[in-house]
Nanobody, 123 residues
Framework: EVQLVESGGGLVQAGGSLRLSCAAS????????IGWFRQAPGREREGISC????????YYSPSVKGRFTVSRDNAKNTVYLQMNSLKPEDTAIYSC????????????????WGQGTQVTVSS
């Protein structure tokens, strides 16, 4: 069974930092790029970042570029999203998913998803 499990969410003040983790099991992790998505109440899901299989390609949406950093540790089957300078508008449920990634954006279909972790940024 394929599982993606996010952790690291929580409540933080504006300007603070959080590091999210996405731990994968049940799939050949080295064969998949990993994408990060978020969805705030009443808003569409937004693809915010991804990292390719070899981490040679990363993508950031304009809304997070310069503040978030994605990385992966294939030995641990884990992808990280370091989030700095958080803003209230970053409040959302953050999910990771396995799919495709280029420096231009998230690509292809994302067949496997985690359950999400809540990030709340207070002003």
């Amino acid at each position: 069974e394929v599982q993606l499990v996010e952790s690291g969410g929580g409540l933080v003040q504006a300007g603070g930092s959080l590091r999210l983790s996405c731990a994968a099991s049940g799939l050949p992790f080295d064969d998949y790029a990993i994408g990060w998505f978020r969805q705030a109440p009443g808003r569409e899901r937004e693809g915010i970042s991804c990292i390719s299989v070899t981490d040679s390609s990363t993508y950031y949406s304009p809304s997070v570029k310069g503040r978030f950093t994605v990385s992966r540790d294939n030995a641990k089957n884990t992808v990280y999203l370091q989030m700095n300078s958080l803003k209230p508008e970053d409040t959302a449920i953050y999910s990771c998913a396995a799919g495709g990634c280029t420096s231009a954006g998230l690509t292809g279909s994302y067949a496997y998803w985690g359950q999400g972790t809540q990030v709340t940024v207070s002003s």
